[in-house]
């Protein structure tokens, strides 16, 4: 089955630096990659996604690249605010017929101000 | 509000016993998606309904059982409870199979 490895696990920034979390998995066949950003005691919330058939995406602050010669995707967050201060989780959707989310193990990400 | 309604919202109960959690999908979606999130596991899938029908199933227990009802929201049901079952238990639904997952805040449990 698929694999997602996410790093770091922990990551720390000065507010208004960039902040970058990467993922890799393992089954080729993926081809939809979400980002999720959880606030403590509250559910996972999508914050940006790509599609296999594209390269990058970007919205506001928010980037996510992917890689799939190197199948690697990441997560690009600039002008960082304290409010980004969360755990963000990649995952990836394998693909021929399957529809669940695999999760990589989460990034914790404090904006210090 | 993400528009995936949990209840309850917490829950502690006694080794051995039963519970039922609920999800209310948001309005429009088919696809139910059941997640269990443990410190040391991250969050892991645990079963898919689309339409009513189970369509796949993860790494859920034979312990543990959901049903999608006509209405569409889901239910996920947990008996002979552990002490290693205590975790967040999230659903997720979708208008699309495998795309734009939205999760609800979840129920979290606990075994004492």
């Known amino acids: 089955g698929e694999n997602v490895e996410q790093h770091p696990s922990t990551l720390s920034v000065q507010e208004g630096d960039s902040a970058v979390i990467k993922c890799t998995y393992s089954?080729?066949?993926?081809?939809?990659f979400p980002w999720y950003k959880q606030e403590l005691g509250k559910g996972p919330q999508l914050i940006i996604d790509i599609r296999s058939n594209v390269g990058e995406k970007k919205d506001q602050r928010i980037a996510v690249t992917l890689n799939k010669t190197a199948k690697h995707f990441s997560l690009h967050i600039t002008e960082t605010q304290p409010e980004d201060s969360a755990v963000y989780f990649c995952a990836a959707i394998p693909g021929a017929g399957s529809y669940q989310l695999t999760f990589g193990k989460g990034t914790k990400l404090s904006v210090i101000p | 509000d993400s528009g995936v309604t949990q209840t309850p919202k917490h829950l502690i109960t006694a080794t051995g016993q039963r519970v039922t959690l609920r999800c209310s999908p948001r309005s429009g979606d088919l696809s139910v998606y059941w997640y269990q999130q443990s410190l040391d596991q991250g969050l892991q899938f645990l079963i898919h309904y689309y339409n009513g029908e189970e369509r796949a199933k993860g790494n859920i227990l034979e312990r543990f059982s959901a049903q999608q009802f006509p209405d569409l929201h889901s239910e996920l049901n947990l008996s002979s409870l552990e002490l290693g079952d205590s975790a967040l238990y999230f659903c997720?639904?979708?208008?699309?199979?495998?795309?734009?997952?939205?999760f609800g805040s979840g129920t979290r449990l606990t075994v004492v």
């Open positions: 089954d080729s066949a993926s081809n939809y």
């Open positions: 997720a639904s979708s208008v699309r199979q495998g795309y734009g997952y939205t």
